[in-house]
C-alpha cells in the first residue's frame, strides 16, 4: 500500500507539473495580445528538433525522422511562438509513443502553403473507443489538455492553421500545419530550442 501510494503521488506530481508550465505558457502569451510577427526560417528549428534524435532514441526509446524540403523555409510569424509549436507537437508525440516507437516530422512546400506534419505511431486520439481513451489517458497521465491548446493559439496569432487527426488506417495521430508561403526577407541569426524545454527531458518526467 505504501508503495503505490508513493506511486500514485509521484503521478499526480508530475501531472501538476506539466499542467503549470502549459499553464504559465498560455498565460505569457495572454500577456501580449498583438503577436509581433516576421519573416524567419521554419527549418532552423526543425534541424534543432533533429539534433535530439540521438538522445531521444537512447533515453525515450523512440525513433525520430526529421525531413525539410527544400532546406530553406521563409515562413512570417513568430520564432519563438513557432519553436514553443513544434516543442509542444514533439513532446505530445513522445508520450503518445511507448518503447520503440516512430515519429516523423516533415516540412513540405505546397502550391500556395507550406504543410508541416507531425506523425506518431502511438495511442491516437481518446474519442476513438473506449479503450482508446483509456489508453491515451494512460499516456498522458490525465492531463487537462493544454499543450494542444497552446498550439492552436501559437497558430492562431500567427495566421497558421493546425489541424489534428485519427490516422487511418495506421494507428496513432497526424498534426498538420498550415502556414501561408512568405516572401519577406529573413535574417541571418538562426532559431534554436531552449535546452530547458527538451522533449526528452519532458518524458522522462512525465513518465
Known sequence: PTRQALADMELQTAR????????????????????????????????????????MARQAK???????????????????????????LLSNALRACGTGGKVQLTLRRCESFWKLTVLDDGCGLPETSREAWLENRRCFLGGAGLGLLLCRECCRRMGWDLQVEQRAPEKGTRAVVTIPLCDEPMPEPTVELRSDCSPVRTQQQYQ
Open 62 to 88: 523512440v525513433h525520430l525522422t526529421v525531413s525539410c524540403e527544400p532546406d530553406t523555409c521563409p515562413v512570417l510569424g513568430s520564432p519563438e511562438e513557432a519553436e514553443l509549436m513544434v516543442f509542444h
Open 16 to 55: 501538476l507539473e506539466r499542467t503549470l508550465s502549459e499553464m504559465m505558457d498560455l498565460m505569457a502569451l495572454e500577456e501580449d495580445p498583438v503577436p509581433s510577427r516576421r519573416g524567419f526560417d521554419l527549418c532552423s528549428v526543425l534541424r534543432q528538433a533533429a539534433s535530439l534524435r540521438e538522445e
